[in-house]
């Protein structure tokens, strides 16, 4: 389960944590500003990490209500928002109310749910007619394709380590066909593949730090379950380490979409 490989209470989680919102958060950002939010918008983040779209939620909009929410609320950044409450929520076992949200925000979370549509359909029934859900998901479709037969099969091979987990990376690709599939109107999607280079105060350079986090966080079981060699790896870290590179990492999809009004 995600919870036992990549634990809020690991030394290094809250630095991963930091270093994806850097890479992603104006995405989110400017998906959310294009919605038209209502001044006191209900919103609620789940499995919100560190809180960065919530906090920025909360200031943005001095007169919404914002839930940040999470597994493990422990990494939401302090603050002293008045808007702003933290809420322990599991996805796959506690109920998300209905009728409630004008925004439901999700980043990152969904891909590693085995039970991922049933939340959907949670999502859904926890929006107000109307309501709009933003989400971040991984789609690592485009990746085999290159730039390199080595990078194509160290993901590949990533791929499968994912799939023994029951996460879905390509969840993202899947989820605006999905979306549509269920109900959902306004349905908008954007393909990002950020490209890894470390030098900088990038959101390049962002995504290169989470990579290079995550892999070194999860070689035990990449290698000791027999994924990849260790070999395979550090050439890997080698290529997302290396400050004269520009590669193209795995992409996400960035979807919105509307609760039809009925
Ligand atoms: C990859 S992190 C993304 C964090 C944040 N959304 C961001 O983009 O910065 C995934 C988050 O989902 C949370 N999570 C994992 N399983 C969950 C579950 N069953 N219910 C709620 N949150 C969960 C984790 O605790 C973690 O904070």
Redesign the pocket.
């Known amino acids: ?3 036992d490989l ?3 209470t690991l030394p290094t989680e809250a630095e991963r ?1 930091d270093q ?2 850097h890479a ?1 958060d104006p995405d ?1 950002f400017s998906t959310i500003n294009r919605l038209n939010l209502p001044a006191k918008a209900n919103c609620l ?6 809180g ?2 919530a906090i920025w939620l909360a200031e943005t909009f001095p007169d919404a209500k914002v839930i940040a ?4 609320v422990s ?1 939401v950044k302090e603050n002293a928002l008045s808007n702003l409450s933290v809420k322990e ?6 109920e998300l109310g209905s009728d409630l949200y004008d925004l439901i925000h ?4 969904l891909c ?2 085995p039970t991922r549509t049933e939340v959907l359909s949670k999502i859904l029934q926890a929006l107000k007619p109307g309501g709009a859900f933003v989400a ?1 998901e991984m789609d690592f479709g485009r990746i085999a394709s290159g730039p390199s037969r080595f990078w194509a099969t160290f993901w590949t091979a990533y791929l499968e380590f994912a799939a023994a987990q029951g996460w879905e990376l390509g969840f993202g690709g899947t989820l605006p066909r999905l979306l549509v599939k269920t109900g959902y109107t306004e349905v908008d999607a954007r393909h990002i593949q950020p490209i890894l280079n470390m030098s900088g105060q990038t959101a390049g350079s962002a995504e290169a730090e989470t990579w290079s986090l995550t892999l070194a966080t999860l070689a035990p079981q990449l290698i000791g379950g027999g994924f990849m060699s260790k070999a395979m790896l550090s050439e890997a870290l080698s290529i997302i380490r290396n400050p004269e590179a520009w590669t193209a990492g795995p992409g996400f999809m960035v979807t919105s979409a509307r609760r039809p009004v009925t």
């Open positions: 389960m995600y919870e990549l634990p809020h944590l994806m919102a992603h989110t983040d789940i499995g919100a990490g560190r960065s779209v929410s999470d597994l493990d990494s929520i599991d996805l796959r076992s506690d999700c980043r990152s979370v590693f749910l971040t």
